[in-house]
């Protein structure tokens, strides 16, 4: 579970992330939504300790990544915007550097691993350097390298970035045997379509802040529309507000 209370984030006077306050449940997909620039990775990163916050309190699984970022890494997944595969590395390279640095053993790793390829279908390119991979094979890559230590909670960024309609629909299909399984999912994405597909739970970030929080019901009911897509237009306030 996640708890964040009032967090601030500035880069010189550009306020990034302004007082955001939110929970991401258990068995759930919560879902950071917003146009560009508007907090989502800035708040992400917060979340995983690779950016101090300014102010505000953190909670992940009862850890605080100012003051224990070493824990935090060991029961969190992280699939960032920018995947960082290692390209001289195979695939099965770059998964096990990440599962030994979590402090697995060689065995533990193996059996990971195969369970990882199974499920992500990954059989065909998992011993191939990752230099010239495809899209989706990177994301697939990036994601079993998050989840080889089999952590509890679990966050992406714009993971379907780029990725084709097969690709897409699997990336999906795993986000949601991860709920299934009771893992806290935190999805950060601009995309409708995967937030109505996939969240549980829905914020709306605009302008650092944000504008709306809860079901996909709550916040039609809220803006008074028939779509998400209304529905985000109308909670950020205009729709020049999608190209600030």
Known sequence: MISVTNLHKSFGTVEAVRGISFEAHDGEITGLLGPNAAGKTTTLRMLYSLLPPDDGEIRIDG????????????????????????????????????????????????????????????ADFIDRRTEGFSQG??????????????????MMDEPSNGLDVMSTRAL??????????????????????????????????????????????????????????DAFVHLIGTEEGLLA
């Open 63 to 122: 850890l605080d990544p100012t003051r224990d970022a070493i824990a935090i890494k060991r029961t969190l997944g992280v699939v960032p915007d920018s995947r960082g595969l290692y390209t001289r590395m195979t695939a099965r390279e770059n998964i096990t550097y990440y599962g030994e640095l979590h402090g697995m053993s060689r065995g533990e790793i193996h059996n990971r691993i195969g369970e990882l390829v199974e499920t992500l279908d990954m």
């Open 137 to 154: 094979q990177r994301v697939k890559v990036a994601i079993a390298r998050a989840m080889v230590h089999t952590p509890q909670t679990v």
């Open 172 to 229: 999906r299909r795993y986000i949601l045997g991860l709920r299934d399984a009771g893992h806290s999912v935190v999805l950060s994405t601009h995309i409708m379509q995967e937030v109505a597909a996939l969240c549980d739970r829905i914020i709306i970030i605009a302008k650092g802040e944000i504008c709306a929080n809860g079901t996909a019901q709550e916040l039609l009911d809220k803006s008074g529309c028939e779509s998400l897509e």
